[in-house]
């Protein structure tokens, strides 16, 4: 587990997307600005369980057998959880989602209080200065190939076109692996210093809180970056094919997410879900890289800080969802789990 240091940050920018442009640059010298601002809308994205690219599928998809009812209604809705064991001061798991909107970081006073009287805080992952530069090099191709030669002519000219608009311009898109455009393509706009996890890491600092994280840049990127070069092509075919109504898909999160219904969250992670079996393939390895083995990982890591006891775990709303989430993980494990909020 990466251990932050109480008080410390990450580095921080308001304009999440911002490049120069010109020649094609060399991958060994890009352009700094924009790898450390890619790289910073990358990080964001990959750390949230987002409906933006469609990596959520049905959990019975994935499974083969339908949900259990009971877990299902159990964690079908609320945030804010209370965690208990047989000898530890009682913690709190919360979940997030990850944006900026100013109706999700004004915190309710149920989640305020418990995290001003916890002592420690954890999220998911952090990224800072020192991994930015590494997490740009794993961004781009290093061995000749580019992006048209992988994805085909006509989905990167596709892609191109909304790029930029972002500020990523032709010859420097051609340089970035199918995955990371899909991430780029799939960040709403917004300043990535004011999401959520940022707004409770700064209030934890600021109280002198010891900061951890529940999983490292490294496995973070591992999870897309392992995924075989077809499936990187088809996450980006499908950011593109849904990047007009991503506007209106953020906004049901929000919605779905201030009613603390998970539920309704997971139902909005299904809406582009297709019914052909190579899209029903695709969403089991999206939904078993991105969130299941992680849930399974979360709740591994997260034990040492429920055993310390008041400790505060944030960490996407879509991981406490349901049979196979956080919550239910936990309660296996034989923690006492109680709603809240």
Known sequence: MVTQKAGSGRRETSNPVCYDSGTTPDPASTNHLYTHNLAKAAFAMLARPPRAVAVFALFAALSGVALQSLAAERYEHGL????????SPASHVFGTVHLADPRVTSLPPAVARALDQARSLTLEAG???????ALAGRMVFNDGRDLPGVAGVELFNRAAKLTAGLGLTEPMLRLFRPWAVAVLLSVPPQDPANVLDLVLERRAAKQGKPVH??????????VLEGLSQEDQVALLRQAVDEYESLPRRIGRVVDAYLARDLAGLWRVS????GAGEEERRLN?????????????????????????????IAVGALHLYGSGGVLSLLEQRGWRVTRVY
């Open 80 to 87: 804010l959880w209370r965690v208990e064991g047989a000898s």
């Open 127 to 133: 990224i800072d200065s020192a991994d930015i530069l």
């Open 213 to 222: 994280e529940l999983e490292s840049m490294d496995e973070q990127i591992a």
């Open 270 to 273: 299904q809406e582009s879900a």
């Open 284 to 312: 089991e390895v999206f939904t078993r890289r991105l969130l299941h083995e992680r849930n399974v990982r979360m709740a591994e890591r997260a034990e040492p800080r429920l055993r310390e006891g008041s400790a505060f």
